[in-house]
């Protein structure tokens, strides 16, 4: 079982940058994919970002694509998810999720194959 504690949301101006950190612990985090997503009140849950357990491969929601960047750091159990040219739209809380090791190249969006999420990390950008 593996836990995830984002960090790192908070409020910006329109045209500002943000850097999300996600800390996993207690299970195997290398072998993971590693998603964010995003939701805003009285809305369904929505893709941003994935990337592989090596790191090698990464996708983007077309809303953020060119904006924000994924990354992760397997030694210190983290993924990042930098996010430049922010826009009001972006406001949003922001989540960290984790699927199985299966130690895959094939990312997935779809949010019921990650099982491990975070608690969530709010991001307000104003106009």
């Known amino acids: 079982q593996v836990q995830l504690v984002e960090s790192g949301g908070g409020l910006v101006q329109a045209g500002g940058s943000l850097r999300l950190s996600c800390a996993a612990s207690g299970g195997t985090f290398s072998g993971r994919l590693m998603g964010w997503f995003r939701q805003v009140p009285g809305k369904e849950r929505e893709f941003v970002a994935a990337i592989t357990w090596s790191g090698a491969i990464t996708t983007y929601a077309d809303s953020v694509k060119g904006r924000f960047t994924i990354s992760r750091d397997n030694a210190k159990n983290t993924v ?47 106009s």
């Open 80 to 126: 990042s998810l930098q996010m430049n040219s922010l826009k009001p739209a972006d406001t949003a809380v922001f989540y960290c999720a984790a699927t199985q090791p299966y130690y895959s190249s094939t990312l997935s969006l779809r949010e019921n194959e990650y099982p491990y999420w975070g608690q969530g990390t709010q991001v307000t950008v104003s």
